[in-house]
């Protein structure tokens, strides 16, 4: 397998809790916690079927997007649309099996599961309001 060049960072208020729930939620694995000098969590590497995303926590004042959204009219607006805004997108395996997992571990569904011309794929918020998709290959 060739090594992942492009490695997706998000940012959490809690990134110990948001990492948890990515596992339990989403089907990542943890594979690497790091902490600062007073014990806070600063970055988990997460891993799902060979990719790879790291959440952090870059500094107390960071607001996530929907705590962000309760303040700011714009970022409201931002989240009206269900597509993805600052997000990533997940190519798994089987995308109805992964979506009924989402919205059983208590995900913000955004879109149900769609196809179009090249894949299958839904929308999702996960505990801090990040943009997920995830998204099945369709044909060859």
Request: aromatic fraction near 10%.
């Amino acid at each position: 397998m060739t090594e992942q060049r492009v490695i997706p960072m998000l940012a959490y208020e809690d990134a110990s809790r948001a990492a948890d729930w990515i596992c339990k939620v989403f089907g990542f694995r943890e594979a690497e916690r790091f902490h600062d000098g007073v014990g806070t969590v600063t970055d988990v590497v997460l891993e799902l079927d060979g990719g790879t995303v790291i959440v952090g926590h870059p500094s107390d004042a960071y607001q996530g997007p929907r705590r962000h959204a309760q303040a700011c009219a714009l970022a409201r607006q931002w989240l009206e649309t269900s597509y993805i805004v600052d997000g990533v997108v997940v190519y798994i395996d089987d995308v109805d099996t992964h979506f009924g997992r989402s919205k059983r571990g208590g995900a913000k569904i955004l879109s149900e599961p769609e196809s179009n011309e090249r894949q299958r794929q839904y929308r999702v918020e996960d505990l801090e309001g990040h943009r997920w998709m995830f998204a099945q290959r369709l044909g060859g």
